[in-house]
């Protein structure tokens, strides 16, 4: 049976599964079937205690196994949605839509209709939390991951569904964003493409340049007609129509737009559908673990794109170039959610005990003059004369004292840092060191985030509470003091990692898996059960 028939189908076949056993509900005896009713829907229900107390609460009454309309159409609707899981990228093998068809088309008896309704309700429960908030766990696939998703009970979803349209809001639960619904749009583009052979075959190895002509050329050029970046054509040679669509290419994968078709580049185009494929379900996980409320403005850090965002009511009002974490195991940035309560003009740096133990302190056993830009302090705060201390008696553990780089030019942390108080240690910052924004993959900091141009991004903040904000942050800065100023409205800052998107435009952008996660989360989506789809235009 072809799967859109089946989709079409099942909905009508579960709205009427069940008449022959409700047909049990007005026969005489009425009382001892509802006491058994109810014994079956304590015994189905013990051990989970989210969906036990509902029924609790609600005097074991039915969510889908009573009788009359509203009743059918609740069933129709769960069996509708669950089986549309796998378009949203989830293991369509954990709601076993047949085998709970099956259970509605065997129930005969009441006991039969309450360990049914603890089913369907477990069933209904899971598949609302994951579509809405995802099924995985980030921090369990990867240390790195320390975003706390937004979890709601079984209670909730049960009750919420009793008062509304089902079909309606089993719609509702997938997130509502613009980049959510791209991503679904994207993801069967793709599953079209695959369904059709791909891309074609892989271009061969070795830098192609404007005025070459032959073969490789000539398979460049089919890969990118296939890819949607020109037009068919059959010119045999790196023409200026084949670079335009080249340098289009790498503005979408986050490479240098210089038109040649280079070894980082051919990578990039030679990757497969069933890759990028890969990357979108990845990015519809990812997409799950965000905060419904992102917050009508609020700061986007993507770590894979090195950029940093300022969104206002949905649209990029802010963008700037920005250096992440190192792909070291001790440096890789974190992925988490906060708010930016402040900012630090002219801010010192405290230094890391981290760094202080495993990059400092051998510098000053060998010489107690290195990195002299840094003060040694007490733990008083008091300055430290070096030459009266061996620092060889120290090690990692006994090491006594901080070190602070006072406010400056050359200071690490430039002259402004935003803060958004965490247990990480992580905020947004300059940093003298220019030069890394003109990279491409910029991955060099310790864990903090780097800003290209930080002054910019401070008066895009300060708008919101200064009539001339350029003036009131240079006011601060000429005084050469460390100044923290507050932010009189809090702006949440999500800091994510998407190797896939759709952008303002509605174009598709790639990016590199920088850290490796991407393939980790992919690894854990597949030993779920989610697999790739190939569907027909």
């Not at 007490?378 to 004292?401: E, L």
Request: hydrophobic content about 40%; glycine content about 8%.
């Amino acid at each position: 049976m072809p799967s859109t028939f089946r989709i079409r189908f099942r909905p009508l076949m579960a709205a009427t599964v069940l008449a022959g056993a409700l047909a049990v509900w007005p026969v005489s005896g009425a009382m001892a079937q509802v006491t058994a009713y109810k014994q079956a829907l304590a015994e189905a229900s013990y051990g989970d205690e989210a969906i036990g107390a509902y029924y609790r609460q609600s005097g074991y009454q039915p969510v889908w196994t009573g009788e009359g309309d509203v009743f059918r159409a609740r069933r129709a609707a769960l069996i509708e949605a669950l089986s549309m899981a796998d378009i949203h990228g989830l293991p369509a093998a954990r709601y076993d839509v047949d085998g709970l068809m099956a259970k509605m088309a065997a129930a005969r008896t009441v006991r039969d209709m309450g360990l049914l309704e603890v089913e369907m309700s477990r069933v209904f429960a899971r598949f609302a939390s994951e579509i809405q908030s995802g099924f995985l766990t980030p921090s369990k696939i990867d240390e790195g991951m320390v975003r706390v998703v937004e979890r709601r009970s079984a209670q909730e979803y049960l009750t919420e569904i009793q008062a509304a349209d089902p079909g309606r809001y089993l719609r509702s639960l997938a997130p509502a964003t613009t980049q959510y619904r791209a991503l679904l749009k994207l993801k069967l583009g793709l599953e079209q493409d695959l369904a059709t052979g791909g891309w074609g075959p892989a271009v061969p190895g070795g830098k192609l340049s404007p005025g070459d002509t032959g073969t490789r050329v000539v398979q460049l050029r089919n890969r990118l007609i296939a890819m949607g970046y020109m037009e068919r054509s059959a010119a045999a040679s790196y023409d200026g129509t084949l670079q335009k669509a080249v340098q289009a290419f790498q503005v979408a994968h986050g490479l240098e737009p210089d038109g040649v078709a280079g070894e980082a580049t051919l990578e990039e185009i030679n990757k497969s559908v069933a890759d990028r494929l890969k990357s979108v379900i990845v990015a519809l996980e990812r997409e799950r673990w965000l905060p419904r409320d992102r917050g009508e403005r609020h700061i986007l850090v993507n770590q894979t794109d090195f950029t940093a965002k300022i969104v206002d009511h949905g649209r990029v009002t802010f963008e700037t170039r920005s250096v992440i974490g190192m792909n070291t195991s001790d440096r890789r940035s974190p992925e988490f959610s906060d708010e930016m309560e402040h900012m630090v003009i002219n801010p010192s740096w405290y230094v890391p005990r981290s760094i202080i133990t495993k990059e400092y302190l051998p510098k000053l056993r060998a010489n107690p003059n290195a990195v002299r830009h840094l003060e040694i302090t007490d733990s008083r705060g008091r300055q430290v004369n070096r030459g009266a201390v061996d620092f060889s008696q120290f090690s990692t553990r006994s090491f006594p004292f901080a070190m602070r780089q006072p406010p400056g030019k050359g200071n690490a942390l430039g002259l402004v840092k935003f803060m958004f108080p965490n247990k990480y240690n992580i905020y947004l910052h300059d940093t003298p060191q220019k030069h890394l924004f003109a990279r491409e993959v910029r991955a060099f900091s310790h864990g903090c985030i780097r800003l290209a141009q930080p002054f910019e991004f401070a008066y895009a903040l300060l708008a919101a509470q200064e009539a001339d904000p350029k003036s009131f942050f240079h006011n601060v800065l000429n005084t050469g003091r460390e100044t923290k100023v507050d932010l009189t409205q809090h702006v949440p800052v999500h800091i994510i990692y998407r190797t896939a998107y759709v952008d303002d435009r509605g174009h598709a952008g790639y990016r590199r898996d920088v850290y490796g996660r991407d393939a980790k989360i992919w690894d854990a989506m597949s030993r779920a059960g989610v697999v790739l789809s190939a569907v027909q235009g």
